[in-house]
């Protein structure tokens, strides 16, 4: 019989390559965490998903697309129920 091989030679980490660039609309920058709280559950009463980013200042993402046109409807979305947003690429 064959004994199965033994590992222990030099292994290599198949290159990964690069996502492309990401969006989120962002819903407002604040430098007191209590309002950035507020800010969020307000988006979530409207029921999107919000991601709160640690700060100061703390601020607040809403969603994460591939493409810049998905990422433009949700803001004029969120314009559109009186938030002010910023469209940036993460």
Do not use: K
Request: proline share 10%; glycine share 12%.
């Amino acid at each position: 019989p064959v004994a199965p091989a033994r590992g222990g030679g030099p292994t290599t980490t198949p290159e990964i390559p690069a996502l492309p660039s990401r969006f989120h609309v962002q819903v407002g920058s604040f430098d007191d965490l209590g309002s950035a709280e507020t800010r969020v559950a307000e988006l979530r009463a409207h029921g999107y998903a919000v991601t709160l980013v640690e700060g100061p200042p703390y601020r607040i993402w809403v969603g994460g697309y591939l493409d810049r046109s998905t990422a433009e409807r949700l803001a004029a979305n969120l314009t559109a129920a009186g938030f002010d947003v910023t469209l940036s690429p993460r």
